[in-house]
């Protein structure tokens, strides 16, 4: 199953903004077993946006994942330009109106209609939760087409992903196993092991790691790892699993980490 990355945004045109989310997405994208084969950058303009979502739907690419332009500035877009895309009408959605009207509220700040243009979306389109900021995603299917429209701030992103995109897609793409393995370690910092970790994820094609750090990065630096593999089968998975682990493993003990 063919997947393209759409970012969208003049700041990653222009050099101002590092295209992180790209990246991110491709590893994520290619661990569910997705083929990703283009990664296309667009500015915040309308009809730009609307020719990129409706070649790869022309195309039959089978899943479209785009960052960017979901806020409630006027030069956000995203929605108004995949209503165009798709040939819909461009409507407040109920749904996302209540998990805007949630957000808000929780703020103490006022719904005001900018903030409510964070609502509105392609018909027959789904709202995506944010578990972050304000805005939710969207979720529409087109032809053998799904496309997933999220926002553009890194953490906003890998949350609504983790969190509510990435289980979906392991129900209707395809079909392989998954494996996980944690450990802890104490006494490396977060950027000393960054390295280590990166090249950890190149030793396999569908291998992803995470850190979540749980102490200071000064003083007693602790951190959480977590290796995740997939592959054709249950077996594959975790012998993948179990190779970077030990490498990761191994490396961060050199470092003068404590493993656990």
Do not use: C
Not at 50 to 69: C, P, Q
């Amino acid at each position: 199953m063919r997947a393209w990355i759409l970012s969208i945004g003049n700041e990653l045109l222009i050099g101002r903004t590092v295209n992180t989310n790209a990246a991110w997405l491709a590893r994520k994208l290619t661990l569910l077993g997705y083929d990703v084969r283009r990664e296309v950058t667009v500015p915040d303009e309308e009809d730009e946006e609307a020719e990129a979502f409706r070649d790869a739907v022309r195309r039959g690419v089978e899943l479209v994942v785009s960052t960017g332009g979901l806020g409630p500035t006027f030069d956000d877009k995203t929605s108004e330009s995949l209503a165009k895309a798709l040939g819909r009408q461009y409507d407040l959605n109920d749904a996302a109106l209540e998990l805007v009207k949630r957000r808000f509220a929780a703020a103490g700040l006022e719904l005001t209609q900018p903030r409510l243009k964070q609502a509105m979306m392609p018909r027959g389109a789904e709202p995506i939760p944010n578990p972050v900021g304000t805005a939710p995603g969207i979720w529409v299917r087109e032809g053998s087409s799904i496309i997933i429209a999220m926002p553009g701030v890194p953490a906003e992103m890998q949350g609504m992903f983790e969190q509510y995109v990435e289980p979906r897609l392991r129900e209707v793409g395809p079909r392989l196993s998954f494996a996980e393995e944690s450990f802890t370690v104490r006494g490396v910092p977060e950027a000393d092991a960054a390295p280590i970790i990166e090249r950890g994820m190149r030793m396999g094609r569908r291998v992803y790691v995470k850190s979540h750090p749980k102490g200071h990065e000064v003083g007693a630096p602790y951190l959480e790892i977590h290796v995740y593999a997939s592959a054709e089968s249950e077996g594959e998975a975790r012998e993948e699993v179990a190779r970077v682990a030990g490498y990761l493993r191994e490396e961060l003990r050199k470092a003068g980490g404590e493993v656990e």
